[in-house]
């Protein structure tokens, strides 16, 4: 049975290959008291552990539970296959790994965007329908007359623009986001558009003290 990690793990024969053999049986000597790591273990199950087994302080560890933990008071473990059934075997580390490095952050969604939007200004209002996706998730709908405040994560937004009637919207507008959109002719049409913060205002000078007089004359009449 291979020694790995600079002598710090131990794998039965051909772990990174395949599987195991059958009629294995290694021991090994010098195991340090410290808890075991069982990074992998994939052994012949049985309730028994009387097939394929690796044995820590006298106790059988098979199936998928290995000695995770457990410290090797004897300072051995002893490896055994048998015959026939085969798996893909297990490694075990008697020295602490290295954790792996932490995931970066997940950088914060940004906060929704509330904006006004207004329908209308038109004829045959009641032939106008309309729905806004933005990120691919539906944000508002309505027909004409509409005035609501919507709200919506930074990014593109799809309006989909219906008429009932097939002529148009008659002049009815869609605005919105400081956008204005409307339906020219036919039943259907669609338009996009970036919904995007508003910058933030400049800072407003700051006011003057007032001025003393100019020194001046005073005349007596």
Do not use: H
Request: with cysteine; proline share 14%; glycine share 14%.
């Amino acid at each position: 049975c291979p020694l790995t990690d600079g002598g710090a793990c131990a794998t039965s024969p051909n772990y990174s290959d395949g599987e195991y053999g059958p009629y294995e049986r290694c021991e090994f000597t010098n195991v340090p008291p410290n808890p075991l790591v069982s990074l992998a273990f994939d052994v012949e199950p049985d309730a028994d552990c009387s097939y394929d087994y690796l044995i820590v302080n006298g106790v059988r560890y098979c199936g998928t539970s290995g000695p995770a933990g457990v410290v090797p008071s004897d300072g051995t473990m002893t490896w055994v296959s048998d015959y026939s059934v085969t798996k893909s075997g297990w490694k075990v580390c008697w020295v602490a790994q290295p954790p792996s490095s932490p995931s970066p952050p997940i950088a914060p969604s940004a906060p929704p965007i509330e904006f006004q939007v207004t329908v209308g200004g038109g004829g045959w209002e009641g032939e106008v329908s309309w729905t806004l996706t933005c990120s691919g998730a539906l944000i508002g709908s309505g027909g004409a007359p509409y005035s609501g405040t919507l709200s919506a994560p930074p990014g593109e937004c799809t309006l989909d623009m219906y008429d009932s009637y097939g002529d148009g919207w008659n002049g009815d507008q869609w605005e919105g986001a400081g956008n204005t959109f409307t339906l020219d002719s036919g039943s259907s049409g669609s338009a996009t558009f970036t919904l995007a913060p508003l910058p933030p205002s400049s800072p407003q000078p700051p006011s003057q003290p007032p001025q003393p007089p100019l020194p001046g004359y005073c005349f007596a009449t």
